[in-house]
């Protein structure tokens, strides 16, 4: 008979979940680094044309895939959460959807992906989601009459 030895496994099990933990934490301290430090860079300003200009879209698009997989991860099961959570206010309110299309809105709906206009400041990120009406009422111009352009001169 063959004597197993489970604690050796069990050893080599926690020590490679730390070593993840430990990955996982990395990343996402660089990715809020990089996200602090960008915008700095940018208020130095950068000639339009010119061939630093077009490097730095190359970076925006790099730099947009890679703050992508760790944020994109969070905010999925932030909505599967959500889209569970959900569910479970709709019965547990008699299937009152209110309460519920609150909460999916909220998890489910915003940015899940990073685009270079995220990271020019161009376009928000939305973490929480907003309620189809609420951001069509943000993107209607106030009831303030656009200032007129002068004519030009004849």
Not at 7 to 24: D, M, P
Request: proline share 8%; glycine share 12%; with cysteine.
């Amino acid at each position: 008979m063959h004597n197993f030895q489970g604690e050796c496994l069990i050893g080599t099990q926690n020590s490679f979940l730390a070593q993840l933990r430990k990955a996982v934490a990395v990343v996402m301290v660089l990715s809020m680094c990089h996200l602090t430090v960008i915008p700095i860079a940018w208020g130095q300003g950068k000639e339009e044309g010119s061939t630093e200009a077009t490097e730095s879209q190359g970076g925006l698009g790099v730099a947009s895939v890679l703050l992508t997989i760790p944020y994109g991860i969070v905010k999925v099961v932030y909505a599967g959460l959500g889209a569970i959570i959900g569910g479970f206010a709709y019965v547990l309110t008699g299937f009152d959807e209110k309460p519920a299309k609150k909460i999916w809105d909220t998890s489910l709906r915003g940015t899940y992906v990073i685009t270079p206009e995220h990271l020019k400041g161009d376009k928000p990120v939305r973490f929480l989601g907003v309620p189809p009406e609420e951001e069509a009422a943000s993107q209607q111009p106030s009831g303030e009459p656009a200032p007129m352009a002068p004519e030009p001169p004849k």
